[in-house]
């Protein structure tokens, strides 16, 4: 491939460029996180809403507050696990347990299968997961409980992509989709 050759920046500039990129991040960054969290502190759970544009009412992007679903954790295995025994009989699966390895390395060779120690019965990942489900809505024995903490979700459109290639070329854009108000961020900084 043929082309013109571009020549190597000064390598102070780039240095220069990267420590002034670098700080425009943590900038962002900080604005951001101010942002989500005033969008938390005034969001309820399932809430959906849009952004405009306050020039040409442009939806720039929306913001979700999610609503998770109850769910059970288990507190107290041995509880929890006699409560799916009970509730779920005939869906346990049988599992030998054998005794010693040496003892089983000689049954095995001379056939003698009198080590056989017991059959138990095994509750399967499956099950415990369905039992969990159960557990989300109903008291169950071995388990509490508890609501995840909401998520929130920000999704810009293009127009958002549009004013940001024009903050970037220098052109004017609402201080108010830029910053945070001073108040706010003396708040966080205090």
Do not use: C
């Not at 056939?111 to 120690?117: F, S, W």
């Amino acid at each position: 491939m043929t082309g013109a050759v571009i020549p190597a920046e000064d390598i102070n500039t780039v240095i220069a460029r990267t420590a002034v990129l670098a700080a425009l991040l943590k900038r962002i960054k900080k604005d951001h996180d101010l942002a989500r969290n005033e969008l938390r502190q005034r969001m309820s759970r399932g809430m959906k809403l849009t952004g405009l544009d306050p020039r040409t009412d442009d939806s720039l992007g929306t913001a979700t507050m999610s609503d998770p679903k109850q769910v059970a954790n288990v507190t107290d295995p041995t509880a929890f696990d006699d409560w799916i025994r009970t509730t779920y009989p005939d869906r346990l699966t049988e599992r030998t347990v054998f005794g010693r390895t040496d003892e089983i390395a000689a049954v095995l060779k001379e056939h003698a299968p009198h080590l056989l120690l017991r059959d138990t019965q095994v509750i399967s990942s499956a099950l415990r997961d369905e039992a969990l489900k159960v557990a989300a809505t109903t008291d169950v024995p071995g388990t509490k409980r508890s609501r995840p903490d909401p998520t929130l979700t920000v999704r810009e459109t293009s127009a958002a992509h549009r004013l940001v290639r024009d903050l970037l070329a220098g052109n004017p854009v609402p201080v108010e989709l830029t910053s945070a108000p001073k108040a706010l961020e003396a708040r966080a900084d205090g």
